[in-house]
């Protein structure tokens, strides 16, 4: 029998005027950015996280910490590509992914396939893989008043 696994991360940014918006792998074009220690790409740090806790290696900050000046403005898809490797060095291959962006604005429906392609090649995985969903609150909690971003991730990884 084949060993799957099932991991869940869930990450939240606040949002801030005059920063970079960087999300899925890709830079939007936003009045407000991500406050973060990296690039602040939330799907990404979700993504990590739920890869790392299929593999039961831990959570995001316990491998790049946000202390650590190695890590202060890194592209998270460098990360990604580290977890993807950590995940690898355990003897498994990722199955699929799928990450929940909860954000009002800008609509993201126009970027959910970069951001597919940008988060398969960092995994080193088939775009078919990579599921990206958007979603408003309808204007409810944080998320609804433009003060952050939050995002959800599921990951299947298995032996072969």
Same mark, same amino acid.
């Given at each position: 029998?084949?060993?799957?696994?099932?991991?869940?991360?869930?990450?939240?940014?606040?949002?801030?005027?005059?920063?970079?918006?960087?999300?899925?792998?890709?830079?939007?074009?936003?009045?407000?950015?991500?406050?973060?220690?990296?690039?602040? +790409?939330?799907? /990404?740090?979700?993504?990590?996280? @739920?890869? =790392?806790?299929?593999?039961?290696?831990?959570? &995001? $900050?316990?491998?790049?910490?946000?202390?650590?000046?190695?890590?202060?403005?890194? +592209?998270?898809? /460098?990360?990604?590509?580290?977890? @993807?490797? =950590?995940?690898?060095?355990?003897?498994?291959? &990722? $199955?699929?992914?799928?990450?929940?962006?909860?954000?009002?604005?800008?609509?993201?429906?126009?970027? /959910?396939?970069?951001?597919?392609? @940008?988060?398969?090649?960092?995994?080193?995985?088939?775009?078919?893989?990579?599921?990206?969903?958007?979603?408003?609150?309808?204007?409810?909690?944080?998320?609804?008043?433009?003060?952050?971003?939050?995002?959800?991730?599921v990951a299947l990884i298995f032996k072969p």
């Amino acid at each position: 029998m084949t060993d799957f696994r099932i991991g869940h991360g869930y990450d939240v940014h606040a949002l801030a005027s005059g920063l970079r918006l960087v999300l899925g792998g890709i830079e939007i074009e936003h009045e407000k950015g991500c406050v973060a220690h990296s690039d602040g +790409d939330v799907a /990404i740090h979700a993504l990590c996280d @739920a890869l =790392l806790g299929a593999a039961a290696l831990g959570d &995001i $900050g316990l491998h790049f910490p946000d202390t650590s000046d190695d890590f202060k403005g890194i +592209d998270s898809r /460098i990360l990604l590509q580290r977890t @993807a490797a =950590l995940v690898r060095r355990e003897g498994y291959e &990722i $199955g699929n992914v799928d990450c929940t962006i909860r954000m009002q604005r800008p609509k993201l429906r126009p970027h /959910i396939d970069r951001m597919r392609e @940008a988060l398969a090649a960092a995994m080193g995985i088939d775009v078919e893989r990579v599921s990206v969903k958007a979603t408003t609150t309808e204007r409810l909690g944080f998320e609804g008043r433009e003060e952050g971003i939050s995002v959800s991730a599921v990951a299947l990884i298995f032996k072969p």
